[in-house]
C-alpha cells in the first residue's frame, strides 16, 4: 500500500510539473490548439501510467497471495518435521546422509555388513518415518543390499595327499585355472617354504581373485601350447 501511494504521489508531482510547463508556455503565446493538445497528450499519459499503477497493484496482490500460500506450506512442513522431533536442518542433513549411504551401495564398497549398520542406524532415525525417506530406507535401499552378492574375500582349504598347487587353483572351486596357483603360494608363505612341496593337513588361505588377475591368468591359459609329445 505505501508503494502505491508513493507511484500516485509522483504521477500527481509530474502532473503538477507538466501543468506549470503548459502555463509557461501559455506565457509565449500558446495558442488554444496547442493548449487542448498539450492537454490531451498528457491526459492519455495519465490514463497509461494509472493503468500502470493499477497492474502493478494487481501484481503485489498476487505475490501477496503467492508468499501467504507459501509460507503456509512452510508451516506445513515445519509442522510435519516437528512431529519426528526435527527440525529442517537436522532433514537437511539426514537427506545428505541418505544419498551417501545410496552411492557406496550402488557402488557396491565393501564390506557390505558395514552397509548394512549404516542403513540400520538410518532406519533407527525417527526422521526415517517421514514418507521422503520411510520406502527408500526400508524397500529401495534394503532390497539392493539384499541383492548384494559379496564374494567372501578368501576361503580356506586343507590339503589331502595328491594335491600340488597347480591342482588346487585348477579347481571349479577356486580359480578353474592352474595359472593362477601363485596367488594361493604368495597367501600363504608363512606355510610354504617350496611351492613343489606342500602337504596334507595344510590349511591354505584361497584369496579371490581380482579383475586384472583373472585377466592375466586367462591370457597366460589362452596362450599356454602343451609341448608336442615325443616319439
Not at 507538466?18 to 506565457?27: G, L, R, T, Y
Not at 508468499?67 to 512452510?74: G, K, N, S, T
Request: with cysteine; aromatic share 8%.
Amino acid at each position: 500500500m505505501k508503494s502505491y501511494k508513493l507511484i500516485v504521489g509522483i504521477l500527481s508531482l509530474l502532473l503538477f510539473f507538466s501543468v506549470s510547463v503548459i502555463a509557461q508556455e501559455e506565457e509565449k503565446e500558446m495558442t488554444e490548439e496547442e493548449f487542448q493538445t498539450e492537454m490531451n497528450r498528457l491526459t492519455e499519459q495519465r490514463v497509461e501510467l494509472t493503468k500502470e499503477v493499477n497492474e502493478l497493484k494487481s501484481s503485489i496482490v498476487e505475490l501477496k497471495k503467492k508468499q501467504a500460500a507459501m509460507q503456509a506450506v512452510e508451516d506445513c512442513i515445519n509442522e510435519k518435521y516437528a512431529l519426528v522431533g526435527a527440525t529442517e536442518a537436522d532433514v537437511v542433513r539426514f537427506r545428505r546422509e541418505v544419498a551417501q549411504l545410496e552411492g557406496q551401495i550402488q557402488r557396491k564398497e565393501s564390506p557390505k555388513d558395514d552397509r548394512q549398520v549404516a542403513l540400520d542406524n538410518l532406519k533407527a532415525n525417527k526422521i526415517s518415518a517421514l514418507p521422503e525417506f520411510n520406502n527408500k530406507l526400508n524397500r529401495q535401499l534394503q532390497g539392493m543390499l539384499d541383492a548384494w552378492q559379496e564374494a567372501p574375500k578368501a576361503v580356506n582349504y586343507t590339503v589331502v595327499k595328491g594335491d600340488y598347487l597347480w591342482k588346487i587353483a585348477k579347481k571349479g572351486q577356486f580359480y578353474g585355472n592352474g595359472f593362477a596357483w601363485p596367488v594361493i603360494y604368495n597367501a600363504n608363505r608363512d606355510q610354504i617354504k617350496d611351492p613343489d612341496l606342500i602337504y596334507p593337513k595344510q590349511v591354505f588361505k584361497i584369496p579371490n581373485l581380482s579383475d586384472d588377475e583373472k585377466a592375466k591368468f586367462e591370457k597366460a591359459k589362452s596362450n599356454y601350447k602343451p609341448a608336442p609329445p615325443t616319439q
